[in-house]
């Protein structure tokens, strides 16, 4: 709970603007005296619910494909905007990407910017199965690669701020609409409990930011899942032409639904091959920084 004495404020951003997100980090600089301890980046949107299921170019108010806008593009604006109250922090500041095991589905060919426009998951004006597919674990994987280039560049000139990117496992949020809401709310991880396990981990262990500490999930099933996933070559290229990557994450996902509560633990692991790729971090960092310019 907050100290005694404490408050809680809020501040109301249309995430799907990023005109909205710029006025709210301008509100949230100012309200706490131009110094901020901890970003959570944690918007989820995902194309599950009958809302999206037949909608044509679903796009944010800047012409985004709208899960990316959402779950990424918002995300990063935040960031750079606040990044300079971050620095201003005396706490161990952190940058928290809640994103997803879901990110293993997408090899992040589809965030590779394209000469001379955005990346294929930014566009709005693709409707195939596998862009509406692979939207989410999409906008999940681009966060890791932001935080990882963040981390990375913020070390070369001696910033005390990391960014760390989590899985919270199934948790009972309203991600995939009323239905899977009341699905999730019986039998994933309680939003106010076990579903936070990661965050607080991300925000509070010491001695996080190495190579082998900027990942953290929270069940076993998880890990075993995603080294059984490389062990078996479903993260290799023909696994994603061929879709048997997607299928397994979503089995995978599917089994994990309701045992994932027997084997919850807190571990810093390994995220996807394709996270570590520089070459993307550094691509989709860039084009993603000039997305956003006119707001900087």
């Known amino acids: 709970g907050a100290e005694k004495g404490g408050r809680i404020e809020t501040f109301v951003a249309d995430l799907s603007d990023l005109n909205a997100v710029s006025r ?11 110094r901020v301890d901890f970003l959570i980046n944690n918007a989820g949107l995902a194309y ?3 809302d999206f299921a037949h909608a044509q170019n679903i796009s944010t108010a800047q012409g985004y494909d709208m899960v990316f806008g959402v779950n990424y593009l918002s995300h990063f604006l935040l960031t750079q905007k606040l990044l300079p ?61 932001h935080a990882r280039y963040l981390t990375r560049e913020l070390q070369k000139v001696g910033s005390n701020v990391i960014a760390l990117s989590i899985c919270p496992g199934w948790v009972g949020t309203h991600v995939g609409g009323e239905v899977n809401r009341h699905t999730l709310e019986r039998v994933a ?7 936070l396990s990661t965050i607080l981990e991300a925000m509070f262990r010491p001695g996080v930011g190495r190579p082998d500490m ?20 479903l993260t290799r290229p023909w696994a994603s032409v061929t879709g048997a990557r997607d299928l397994a994450t979503w089995a995978a996902a599917v089994i994990c ?35 956003v310019s006119e707001w900087l």
Request: proline share 7%.
């Open 24 to 34: 709210a980090a301008d509100e949230i600089v100012e309200a706490f005296g131009g």
């Open 48 to 50: 599950l619910t009958p």
């Open 85 to 145: 109250a971050l620095e201003k922090s005396n706490l161990s500041p952190r940058i928290i990407q809640v994103s997803s095991s879901f990110h293993f589905l997408t090899d992040g060919a589809d965030l590779r910017p394209e000469k001379g426009g955005p990346p294929l998951s930014a566009r709005d004006d693709v409707n195939t199965f596998f862009h509406r597919l692979r939207a989410y674990p999409s906008s999940k994987l681009a966060q890791i690669l």
């Open 189 to 195: 991880f309680p939003a106010d409990g076990f579903g």
């Open 214 to 233: 900027n990942f953290v999930m929270n069940n076993l099933m998880l890990k075993f899942i995603s080294t059984s996933m490389n062990n078996l070559g």
């Open 257 to 291: 639904l309701y045992p994932q509560k027997f084997f919850g633990a807190v571990q810093w692991t390994e995220s996807s091959p394709e996270s570590y790729d520089e070459e993307i971090q550094e691509s989709l960092y860039k084009w993603s920084n000039g997305a």
